[in-house]
């Protein structure tokens, strides 16, 4: 099995709405690993990791994110860095 990792920005309402610990509770969910943290210019910034299909459905999730978020854009980039295990909610940067 082939290990991919994307890197994520989510912009719109998507702080102070539960969506870090949402997103761990949906990647172990779906099985990836990485992490999710806060931005201080308001997004939110995620690293996915495992299978092409996991990490798909991971994505369209943080295209919704949880109940009371608005995610109004979210920029997909290739991430070549080792595949952390597990998924952590990561302190801001």
């Known amino acids: 099995m082939t290990t991919l990792c994307k890197r994520l920005t989510i912009h719109g309402r998507v702080q102070g709405v539960y969506y870090r ?28 990791c495992g299978d092409a299909h996991a990490v798909a459905s991971f994505i369209a999730w943080v295209h919704e994110g949880p109940p009371g978020a608005h995610v109004t854009q979210v920029d997909v980039a290739d991430a070549a860095v080792p595949a952390p295990e597990g998924f952590s909610q990561l302190p801001s940067a």
């Open 21 to 48: 610990a949402s997103a761990v509770a949906e990647a172990e969910r779906f099985g990836v690993s990485g992490w999710v943290r806060n931005r201080r210019d308001g997004t939110v910034e995620a690293l996915a």
